[in-house]
């Protein structure tokens, strides 16, 4: 038998024994593998999907440190924090550090004490630092957030622009890049601008199935927020608004009600913002009342829900936003409330903003997708995956699984809008055809002498907002299609035939002159394990405590899903514990003898 055991042994040795992990998820395995051999990683993973693991595993695997780039400071803390508590040796550099204290971490730097060291990107190109690295020895460098070099995105760095000097200066070093960020374009650019051509590119699903996806029709905001909030009382929470103004107004409405309500929006004093997003991080259960404006880099891991009172900008945005909630995969929430007048209220701001037309076609297409996420009767997580290129079968585990709208059947109305189209010779928009079913006497119907077709004025059975929400649905389930080449207009699919022809129907949602339905309970499932509630209230106040005392967030110390763990599993004694997950050797020897205190104390005898 061989005594030299592999990297990948090694590697599963380390998630057991010292993150306590029981096992890799999804391509995690593969990706620490490649990079602990050294070669070069692209990885494309959802937030809350375990990006971390990938480089710090593979930073203990190998000798020296590695130097990971990050743009976020409140987020190297945290993470350094999170590793020291690990027992693993971990520093970060940036201008939140004094003179003195860089110097000290140089020195470790350099003497090799350091598995991981976090740097500002900014600090990272100094000349001073590149002859730094020159001098240390170099494990890997990773590179977080790496669509920050993205320069037609929301977040771009102009330093993350840079980096690609250090595969030019050292070039045997190898790198691992890691995002959220899923889109093609977005992907190739970091490929280019990194020089990454030759990495492996990992690429997991974006799916995140604890999250429930919810889409309700507005009739009284704020009475709805109140319910929603009362099924989450004490959980920790993003509320999202529209402007500025909504979230001052909804922030204070829900604190005056007793709510741990915060509100959070770019016109805040910059000291107030920190100390809200601290208390935010630090505290359990507030709820933060925010413009779009918070949120990146947040990666508190038991945030149970994220609410949009007004609508995302985009399906990407409401992706990215929704995608905040339970990082810890716990069960989460993503609600979301919609109006017609909202929507109408964009379409008036995108027509009035001074973009060029293209940009604006683009903006109204991508509010039609969102919209088609509101209003599809079918599995939301479906609709959402799909947008992203991913196929996947009903989840389960939204409102429209868990609780089938009621449909009407468009199969009649659906053939006029194909035919219409048709008809008007595949080049038009929505807002035309509509006219034309209609029956409106415009310029354009005249200049084309549409009054003149068949289908012209046959749709006086439904109004234009319906129209338009049946077009919509044409779109998103593929009968029609945007032609962006030519100036927009709709065009027929393949899939648009047998429905044309009568050999298959169409069925819609039923929206709009309903009455509001009563949402049956969907909490998460109550624990059938007896008293483990009580116990976990108990395990977190004295994490509580712990985490006040050492100056450092909750989850830091230990997560959720770990006190839920040991709540349910009641271990009763050290080696019972060390099998629940997230319980590593050194939280094991910190804490285990605390945790079996009060497991003992409280009279939690364990479960038979
Ligand atoms: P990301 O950076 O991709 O958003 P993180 O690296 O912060 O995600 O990981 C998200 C959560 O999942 C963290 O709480 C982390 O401890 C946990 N986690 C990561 N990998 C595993 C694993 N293999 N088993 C159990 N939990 C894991
Ligand atoms: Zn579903």
């Known amino acids: 038998m061989s005594t030299v055991t592999s990297l990948a042994e090694q590697g599963k040795t380390l998630l057991n024994d010292v993150f306590g992990y029981p096992e890799f998820r999804g391509e995690q395995a593969a990706i620490v593998n490649h990079v602990a051999a050294g070669g070069d990683a692209l990885v494309l993973m959802p937030t809350g999907g375990g990006k971390s693991l990938c480089y710090q595993i593979p930073a203990l695997l190998r000798p020296g440190t590695a130097v990971v780039v990050s743009p976020l400071i409140a987020l190297m803390h945290d993470q350094v924090a999170a590793l020291r508590e690990l027992g693993i040796n971990a520093a970060y550099l940036n201008s939140s550090l004094g003179a003195a204290e860089a110097r000290a971490v140089e020195r470790a730097f350099l003497a090799g004490e350091l598995k991981l060291l976090y740097v500002a990107p900014e600090r990272l190109l100094t000349e001073r630092f590149l002859e730094l690295l020159t001098r240390a020895c170099i494990a890997l460098f990773a590179i977080d957030e790496a669509h920050c070099v993205s320069q037609w995105g929301h977040d771009f760095r102009p330093e993350y622009l840079g980096l690609n000097?250090?595969?030019?200066?050292?070039?045997?070093?190898?790198?691992?890049?890691?995002?959220?960020?899923?889109?093609?374009?977005?992907?190739?650019?970091?490929?280019?601008?990194?020089?990454?051509?030759?990495?492996?590119?990992?690429?997991?699903?974006?799916?995140?199935?604890?999250?429930?996806?919810?889409?309700?029709?507005?009739h009284d905001g704020a009475r709805q927020l109140r319910a929603f909030l009362d099924?989450?009382?004490?959980?920790?929470?993003?509320?999202?608004?529209?402007?500025r103004r909504k979230v001052e107004a909804v922030a204070a409405s829900l604190a005056a009600a007793g709510l741990p309500a915060l509100p959070y929006h770019a016109g805040l004093a910059a000291d107030t913002r920190r100390r809200h997003q601290d208390r935010f991080l630090r505290e359990e259960g507030l709820v933060m009342v925010a413009t779009i404006a918070f949120g990146m880099g947040i990666d508190k891991p038991d945030v149970r829900f994220v609410a949009h009172l007004d609508l995302p900008?985009?399906?990407?945005?409401?992706?990215?936003?929704?995608?905040?909630?339970?990082?810890?995969?716990?069960?989460?929430?993503?609600?979301?409330?919609?109006?017609a007048g909202d929507v109408a209220a964009q379409r008036r701001f995108i027509d009035a903003s001074a973009a060029e037309d293209g940009f604006k076609r683009v903006a109204h297409a991508k509010l039609d997708a969102l919209l088609a996420l509101v209003e599809t009767a079918g599995c939301r997580r479906q609709a959402l995956l799909a947008y992203f290129g991913e196929a996947s079968p009903p989840c389960g585990n939204c409102d429209n699984c868990l609780d089938p709208?009621?449909?009407?059947?468009?199969?009649?109305?659906?053939?006029?809008?194909?035919?219409?189209?048709?008809?008007?010779?595949?080049?038009?928009g929505a807002g035309h055809v509509i006219d034309v079913l209609l029956g409106r006497d415009t310029d354009n119907v005249r200049a084309?002498?549409?009054?003149?077709?068949?289908v012209f004025g046959i749709g006086g059975e439904l109004d234009e907002r319906r129209w338009r929400s049946l077009l919509r649905q044409l779109l998103l389930r593929g009968?029609?299609?945007?032609?962006?080449?030519?100036?927009?207009?709709?065009?027929?699919?393949?899939?648009?035939?047998?429905?044309?022809?009568?050999?298959?129907?169409?069925?819609?949602?039923?929206?709009?002159?309903?009455?509001?339905?009563?949402?049956?309970?969907?909490?998460?499932?109550?624990?059938p394990v007896a008293g483990a509630e009580a116990l976990f209230e108990r395990?977190?106040?004295?994490?509580?405590?712990?985490?006040?005392?050492?100056?450092?967030?909750?989850?830091?110390?230990?997560?959720?899903?770990?006190?839920?763990?040991?709540?349910?599993?009641?271990?009763?004694?050290?080696?019972?514990?060390?099998?629940?997950?997230?319980?590593g050797a050194r939280k094991l020897e910190a804490y285990g003898a605390a945790i079996l205190e009060i497991i003992a104390q409280a009279g939690f005898t364990p479960p038979a």
């Open 539 to 583: 395990l977190r106040a004295w994490r509580r405590q712990l985490a006040n005392d050492k100056g450092v967030p909750a989850y830091v110390i230990l997560h959720d899903s770990t006190l839920r763990a040991i709540a349910d599993a009641r271990p009763a004694n050290l080696d019972a514990l060390s099998a629940v997950p997230g319980i």
């Open 448 to 454: 084309w002498g549409h009054h003149n077709l068949s």
């Open 405 to 428: 709208p009621r449909l009407w059947d468009a199969s009649e109305p659906a053939r006029k809008v194909l035919s219409a189209v048709y008809r008007t010779g595949q080049r038009f």
């Open 165 to 218: 000097v250090l595969h030019e200066r050292f070039p045997r070093v190898p790198r691992i890049a890691l995002t959220a960020t899923a889109d093609a374009l977005t992907r190739q650019e970091i490929v280019t601008r990194l020089d990454l051509a030759t990495a492996r590119v990992f690429i997991a699903s974006f799916d995140r199935p604890n999250i429930r996806y919810r889409i309700e029709e507005k």
């Open 479 to 527: 009968y029609l299609a945007t032609d962006y080449a030519a100036h927009g207009g709709l065009k027929l699919t393949a899939a648009a035939r047998p429905l044309l022809r009568g050999e298959q129907g169409f069925m819609l949602r039923e929206t709009a002159g309903h009455p509001p339905r009563v949402n049956p309970a969907r909490r998460a499932p109550t624990r």
């Open 231 to 243: 099924e989450h009382a004490g959980e920790a929470g993003i509320v999202y608004c529209g402007s």
């Open 313 to 339: 900008g985009s399906i990407e945005g409401y992706y990215q936003e929704t995608g905040r909630a339970g990082r810890d995969g716990l069960p989460a929430e993503a609600w979301m409330l919609w109006g």
